[in-house]
């Protein structure tokens, strides 16, 4: 994803406050009213923080140690090595980002059952956890290099009803960064520039950019096709927040959200390495999924797809899904 990152400009309209939704109103008809109306549900208090504590003080410990935090101060106040200017495209975020992968708690968290719960109303009781969460840890010295606007169905393809849950694991008022939105943009199918998931403001598709404070326990619920951007951290803390994705069993997935499709040596084995516990590994194994694009096309793009590096991205994705789930 680091091509859609950069530089954004402020949308021309301004940035209205997000609409919300109290946990306590919560139930289907709302919920898929809301998201077929605005592309987005921002629900408030629906977590409790205790559900993501042990998250948050293991990411913290990671981001610690490798002394990217204020030494002498308690991690989970994530303030900032003051001396260090990083930007995720340092090798050692990629580390620290792949620890984070690592943890099992990472994995646990988007099958909490208040999730599973508020997807089910959603999108129906067979509700598919996409297994690769991604961890968004955003640096105040990264400067104003931050997520263009974008789709998720970019990187995510297989089938439009497939949402985001993104969830801040602490407090986030404005300047740490939340997300904002393109409310409505959804309606208006993919959109981008030839080449690359940048949507540039100017030309952008929708009913006006909304943002504001998202807390910890609060979920921000996005449609694949909804237009969306990080703002700026200017604060003097690190912003941690966990993007989860979800859709129903019952429609296909692309199978490069299940596997690793990169040349690099990432596997769920070195994933699963220093886990405890199975309950969460290749749990979808078990599921009875359509893919989009099928083992078929894949075989055929392995052969066909231009430019060569393609074709060998589609014969990963097509060996690594067939050891996976084999016919
Ligand atoms: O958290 C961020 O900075 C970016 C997240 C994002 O754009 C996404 O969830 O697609």
């Known amino acids: 994803m680091s091509c859609l990152k950069g530089q ?12 919300e939704l109290r946990a306590t109103e919560l139930n289907a008809r709302i919920l898929k009213e809301r998201m077929d109306a605005h592309g987005y549900v921002l629900i408030r208090n629906l977590l ?38 990083f930007k995720d495209t340092d090798p050692l975020f990629k580390r620290i980002s792949d620890q984070v992968f690592n943890l099992e708690s990472f994995h646990a968290f988007p099958h909490h059952p208040t999730l599973r719960q ?44 497939t949402y985001t849950a993104w969830m801040p694991l602490h407090d986030c008022p404005v300047k740490l960064g939340p997300l904002q939105i393109l409310e409505g943009s959804h309606r208006y199918g993919v959109q981008k ?4 998931g940048i949507i540039p403001v100017e030309t952008a ?3 006006g950019w909304v943002g504001g404070r998202i807390s910890a326990g609060d979920v921000l619920l996005i449609h694949s096709l909804t ?30 959200n299940l596997i690793f499709p990169g040349s690099g040596a990432k596997s769920w084995e070195t994933t699963y390495a220093n886990w405890r516990s199975d309950k969460y590994k290749y749990y979808w194994k078990q599921l009875p999924l359509q893919f989009h694009p099928s083992k078929a096309d894949l075989a055929q793009l392995a052969q066909t797809a231009e430019p060569p590096d393609i074709r060998a991205r589609y014969a990963r994705i097509l060996t690594q899904i067939r050891e996976q789930m084999p016919d």
Do not use: Y
């Not at 999108?123 to 789709?151: D, E, M, T, W, Y």
């Not at 520039?193 to 690359?196: D, F, L, V």
């Not at 690190?238 to 692309?254: E, G, H, K, Y």
């Open 8 to 19: 954004t400009i402020d949308p021309p309209g301004g940035v209205k406050p997000f609409r």
């Open 48 to 85: 409790f923080p205790n559900d993501f504590h042990r998250l948050i003080t293991e990411i913290t410990q990671v981001v610690a140690a490798a002394r990217l935090l204020q030494p002498g101060r308690d991690p989970l106040d994530r303030i900032a090595n003051p001396g260090v200017a």
């Open 118 to 161: 508020l997807m089910e109303l959603l999108v129906g009781p067979h509700v598919l956890v996409h297994p690769k969460s991604i961890p968004r840890l955003v640096f105040p010295n990264a400067g104003s290099f931050r997520f263009l606007p974008h789709q998720d169905h970019h990187t995510i393809a297989g089938d439009l009803q």
């Open 193 to 196: 520039t030839p080449g690359t």
């Open 205 to 207: 598709h929708g009913d």
């Open 227 to 256: 237009v969306h951007a990080a703002s700026p951290n200017t604060s003097s803390q690190l912003r941690i927040a966990v993007d989860c994705r979800f859709q129903s069993c019952d429609r296909p997935i692309n199978p490069a």
